[in-house]
Each structure stands twice: as C-alpha cells, then as structure tokens.
C-alpha cells in the first residue's frame, strides 16, 4: 500500500511541477520585430510590414523608403548606378515614366510584404534593366484558413504656397482589401483598390540664350480615379503538380488641365520682351488587363523540376486635350499672330504574348537550370490633332499628326550553374536574346527595320570562411530597350513654340556591373563597384535661338563609365531601435557622341539612415525618422544640385495588433527635387521638377481571419515586356 501512495504522491508533484512549469513558460512572451533592411551579397531586402512610414501608403511611396533609391522625374534609380527597372512578383511591370509611378501609387503598401533590390539578376530573369531590378512582393497566405485585410487612409498636400489655383483641396483618398483562402489543395486570393484625389503636378524650363533668357513652367492640376483589381487560384493536381492562373485589372484617370507660361526677357537689364501663355485641357483613361496560366511539375523530392507560365497582357489608352496658346508683347497687350488653339486625340494600345519555360536539374556535382521565352509585342498608337477656327469644325493637321505600328519578337535561351562547395559558391550562366522589330508610321510611310543578336552572361562567385565574413564577387551584362513611346515619331505639343518628339531609330543601351562585396555579421555591407553603359540614350532638349522653338527627343549618344564604394551599416543600438545607414561614393564619366553636347565628368555623394524607434517593451508603439541627401552629382550628360528628402511617422497597433494607426510626414521640407542643368550648342539649360510631395497621411488597417500573412513567390512569363509602356 506504501509503494501505491508514494507513486500517487510522486505522480501529483509531478503534474503540480508541470503546470508550474506551463504557467511560466505561457508568461514568457518573446517580442521580436523583422528588421526593415536586410543587405546580403545578392540583394536587399526592405520589409514593408515593419516600415513605419510606408504604413499606409502606396507602393511608390513604400519604394522612396528602400536605402538608395531615388525617384526623379517618373524615373527610379539606384544612388550613384543607374536607373532600373520594376517588378511585381518577378514580373516587369509593363509602364514605365508617369505611366509607372501614377500605376505604383495605386497600389496600397498593405498589400506588399518586402521590396527586393536585386544586385545582379541572373540568366533565369529577363536581361532588361541596367542597374539591376526591384521586385515588388505582394502578401499572399501560406497557412490554412481566410485571411482578411481592409486599409484606408487620407492625405492632405502641403505645398508654397498653401493656395494654388484658388483652392487648399489638394486631398486624396484610398480604400483597399485583399482576401485569401488556403487548403490542403486549393489557394485563392483576391483584392480591389480605390485611389481619388486631387494633386499638383509640373516643371520648369530656363535657357540661356545669348540674347535672351528663356524661360517655361507648366504646373498642372489633376483629379485622379483609380480602381485595381487582382486575383488567382492555384490547384494542387497532386504531390507533383500544381496549376494555376492570376488575373490583374485596373482602369486609372487622370482629368486635369496644364497651365504653360513662356517668358522672353533681356539677360542684360532683366526686362521682359514678350510672353506666351498656353491652356490645356486632358482626359487620359487607361485600362489593364493581364492574365497568367502557370504550372509546377515537382518530378522528385531532389529539386528537379519544370515551371511554364504563358501570358497575356494588354494596355489601352486613350486622351482627349483641348489646346490654346496666346502670345502678349511686353507691355502685356496681345499679339494676334501669335495665337493658336488645337484639339487632339490620342490612344495607345499594346498587346503582349509570351511563354516561358524554366527548367531545375540538380546533380551532386551542380544545380543546372535552362530555359527558354518566347515573346510577341503589337503596339499601335496614334496622335491625331486639330486646328480650331473660330466657331467652325477643327481642320485636321497632318504636320502634326502621327500613327505609328511597332512590332517586336524575341526568342531567348538561357543555361546556367550553380556550385556549392565548402566555403565557395559558384552561379554561372548565359542567356542569348535573338530580336526582330519593325516600326512603320502611316504618316511619314515610312519603315524602320531593326534586327540583332546578343549574349548576356552572369557570374557570381562568393566565399564565406566563417559565419561572421562573407566575400563576393558579382558581375552581369543588361540591356535596357527604349519604351514604346520613345519610338514613337510623334509630336506631342507643349506651346506654340515647344513640343517633345519620338525617335524611330532609337536603339538599345546596354550595361555592363562589376561589384565586388564584403559582408560582417550581416551588419556591414561594403562593396567596390564599376558599372559602364554603352550606347546610351537620354531625352535631350534642343533650342533654337534664333526661332525660339524648343523640342524633347531621345537620342542615342552616351557612353557611361561609373566608379564607387558604398558601405551599409545597421547600428546594433538595442532592442528599441531598427536602424540602417548608407553612404555611396561615386565617380562618373560621360562621354558624348555629339558634337554639340559636352561630356561631363564629377563626383557624387549619397547619404541616407532610416530609423525605427519602439516606445513600449512590447513594440505596438513606434515612431520614424527618414533621412537622405544627395550631394551635387553628374546624371548621364547633366549635373544636379543637391537635394534631399526627411520623413517621420508614427505607429500605433492596437485591438491585439489586429488594428494599425499610422500618422506620416512626408518630404518634410519640400526639398526632394533636384535641378538638373545640361549644355547643349552652348545654351545652358536648367530643368527643375516640382516633385510636389509634401504631405500627411493618416492611414488605418484592419486584420482578421485565422490565418496570417506570408509572402509568395509566383512568378510569370511576361516580367521583361511589361516594363517598356510609356
């Protein structure tokens, strides 16, 4: 009987032990925080989730907080490289310019899990992109069970002065969802965006001429409506194989008008000569439709497998503008014989095929993959003008006018290799491209035919003794192809005495990266780099002094050679704070092909830290301090001032973090435009962009479901195509 009570007894301490134990374990709660900025030898990663001044926001925002990119003028670069190209998902967005960033400002940052900037792509992406490519991963759910999530948010623009056009109502207002289901076989996801608003948009324009200083701003006022949509269905076949589609969908407007004023005053005394004042009204309205077919075949539990993705994308835009254009003498009276009213119609459409296949052979020597894409491009658009008389109908304009067919094919093959062994890894890969275009205007009748093969390798090779140290080596060539609309020979009219240009014969650049990098404990990144572009082609703005006439066109005529260092450190200050710091040195050269534009030559410092500051133990309170500045610094064949850009923010998440409050400044001081000055035929000309993007944002989310968010990473056949609308 003793035996039978001491094991009752033993057996009773025993469970009152355990449930102690239980009780202490439930009572440790470990808060831990993803930090914002991730830097490997191969890419940085900028988690979204834990940005406090992305909350809320959209996805060209969320961008502008990554360290080291900068946007200017619908252009997004990284300091001291380049300008790059953009992806959702491993897919190129299909915009580029003011179609790009009006399209990323559709997107709710809500919606997106990181942001990758990927150093050096290899064969297995698509070879477009000079400087790299950023990748745009959006939150998809991994676990079983709905997920949830509704965002809004409200900003208010700030600009100087307060009152523009008679009116402070420069707002805007967002409201998006996403929903997801998962099971053992089938995942489901879908999400709508409503973007509206009001804001300013424009630029500035000064020549020195010799006897005359020419000056132009165009500010315009915009209403903006935008609504997007996306969703797909992955089924898993079997243990083997998995098949699935996504659809992507939007319809953006933006209604506004442009006021354009030309002034002509004596450089001498600084007396006006004469004016030109031009009104212009617009009603773009774009529409995307993309859908994806895609398949996973898993052979067997080493790797070996095959992904196809067969694609169709389709963009359609149409613009409708009213034009006037009145000259005034000096003393402000009228000039009949400088007046002129146009009314235009414009529409692009794009349709784009292709199919990829990528192929994952692993081996015990090295993984091997191969590939191949096919692809096929029909672009049309038109420009169509109008002279207005009086009270009768328009007279078509022929002089004006432009239709324009672009057909482009390309067939690409890739191989490559990756290598483990020890301390060393090896990736080794090439990727051919064979294209064939054909552009034809139906006003000029006239053809441009243009065909070429090209070879585009990719190495990296790293070494890593211990896990404290690790040292690569990266180098890969790239091509950035014109966009449609630069091909385009059409005009597209400013003033009476302005305009920007197409170029039929525009060709390709292309660029060439060597980076080598060092990496300590993940908290200091060093790298050494050269990068070089051959072929290079920019807008260039040319005068006529003794006309007055100014037009934009691109042209072929740049080589560029990049010298730098870049260090990025994160400070391990504490638990409180999620800090990182970046400094970029570099040292540009370029060389131009023209006779009548000089080369440049200069040095260029960027500097930048980005600061997430936690006020409770349990990091539901946070605060951000956003800084960069970009020294004074050589941008293809035209220098710029320095600028810079402070960001704060403030964070709250609350209802058991299924709820985040979000208050943000953005651009602070109003100082993240640069002046971008050029000489060309020996007139100096000074470009400034407004960039008007000061602004708080108040935002508010709400998660629910019984599951959570989790990155994917489908990836689709079209990423190179969808980069190149304008």
């Known amino acids: 009987m003793k035996p039978l009570i001491v094991c009752i007894a033993l057996m009773i301490t025993h469970f009152h032990l355990q449930a102690q134990i239980d009780t202490n374990l439930k009572e440790i709660e470990i808060i831990a925080v993803k930090s914002t900025v991730k830097n490997n030898s191969d890419k940085l990663i900028y988690n979204v989730t834990t940005s406090v001044t992305a909350t ?7 961008l502008s907080k990554v360290p080291g990119i900068k946007i200017n003028d619908g252009q997004i670069g990284i300091a001291g490289k380049g300008n790059v190209r953009v992806m959702m998902n491993d897919r190129l967005v299909q915009l580029s310019g003011t179609e790009l960033t009006r399209y990323l400002k559709s997107i709710p940052a809500g919606q997106i899990s990181s942001i990758e900037l990927i150093k050096n792509p290899g064969v297995n992406y698509d070879a477009d992109g000079n400087a790299g490519l950023i990748n745009i991963i959006t939150k998809k759910s991994t676990r079983q069970g709905y997920a949830v999530t509704i965002q809004t948010s409200g900003k208010h623009w700030f600009h100087n002065p307060a009152k523009v056009y008679g009116t402070r109502n420069f707002q805007g207002l967002n409201a998006a969802g996403d929903i997801s289901y998962n099971s053992d076989k089938l995942a489901a996801r879908a999400s709508i965006s409503i973007d509206r608003g009001r804001l300013l948009e424009g630029f500035r324009t000064d020549f020195d001429y010799p006897r005359q200083t020419w000056m132009q701003s165009d500010t315009g006022d915009y209403k903006y409506r935008m609504l997007n949509y996306e969703a797909g269905l992955d089924y898993k076949l079997n243990n083997k194989t998995t098949v699935g589609f996504s659809y992507t969908g939007g319809r953006n407007i933006y209604e506004g008008f442009d006021h354009v004023n030309n002034t002509f005053t004596n450089p001498g005394n600084g007396q006006l000569d004469s004016s030109i004042k031009a009104f212009a009204t617009y009603y773009p309205v774009a529409r995307i439709n993309a ?11 080493s790797g070996r497998k095959l992904v196809l993705n067969a694609d169709y994308f389709n963009h359609y835009r149409t613009d409708v503008s009213d034009f ?3 000259s005034f003498d000096a003393d402000g009276s009228a000039n009949p014989s400088g007046s002129a009213r146009f009314y235009d119609t414009n529409k692009q459409q794009i349709n784009i095929y292709t199919f990829k296949a990528d192929a994952t052979i692993p081996t015990d020597f090295a993984q091997f993959i191969f590939g191949g894409k096919l692809s096929f491009i029909d672009n049309y658009s038109n420009a169509f003008y109008y002279n207005k008389t009086g009270q009768d109908e328009p007279i078509y304009n022929p002089g004006m006018s432009s239709e324009f067919d672009y057909i482009e094919n390309t067939q690409s093959l890739y191989a490559g290799m990756n290598i483990d062994h020890h301390h060393w890894k090896y990736k080794i ?10 552009g034809y205007s139906n006003v000029l009748k006239q ?14 090779v790293n070494y890593q003794p211990n896990t404290d140290h690790d040292l690569s080596f990266n180098f890969g060539r ?26 039929p014969y525009l060709q390709p650049e292309y660029n060439s990266n060597f980076e080598l990098s060092h990496s300590y404990k993940h908290l200091l990144n060093s790298s050494l780099f050269f990068n070089m572009t051959e ?16 037009y934009t066109t691109p042209l072929n005529f740049i080589t560029t050679y990049r010298y730098g260092i870049s260090e990025n450190m994160s400070l391990p200050f504490g638990s409180w704070l999620d800090n990182n710091n970046q400094v970029t040195f570099s040292y540009t050269r370029a060389k131009s092909k023209l006779a009548n534009i000089n080369g440049v030559n200069g040095f260029g410092l960027y500097l930048a830290t980005n600061n997430n500051i936690f006020l409770n133990e349990d990091k539901t309170l946070a605060a951000a301090v956003n800084f960069w500045y970009q020294f004074p610094e050589v941008d293809k064949i035209s220098r710029t001032n320095g600028y810079y850009k402070l960001d704060l923010g403030f964070k709250a998440a609350v209802l058991k973090k299924k709820v985040d409050l979000a208050l943000t400044v953005n651009d602070l001081f109003l100082s993240s435009a640069p002046v971008i000055t050029t000489t060309v035929n020996n007139i100096k000309q000074k470009f400034t962009n407004f960039q008007l993007n000061r602004y708080a944002l108040l935002s508010l989310s709400y998660r629910f479901g019984n599951s959570t968010a989790k990155s994917g990473d489908k990836n689709t056949g079209n990423a190179e195509e969808r980069s190149r609308i304008h």
């Open 291 to 301: 859908v994806n077919l895609h398949g996973i075949i898993n052979f067997d539990t």
């Open 478 to 503: 790239r091509i950035n192809r014109p966009t449609f609309w630069n091909l385009n020979p059409y005009k597209s009219l400013y003033t009476a005495y302005s305009y920007g240009q197409g170029n």
């Open 324 to 326: 006037e254009s009145n």
């Open 535 to 550: 072929n290079g082609f920019s807008n260039v703005i040319l005068a006529d002094a003794n006309t007055n006439i100014v």
């Open 56 to 62: 809320g926001t959209d996805a060209l925002n969320a």
């Open 429 to 438: 890969g090439l990727r051919s491209e064979l294209t064939q275009t054909k």
């Open 447 to 460: 053809s441009t035919l243009n065909n070429y093969f090209k070879l585009f390798p990719s190495l990296s």
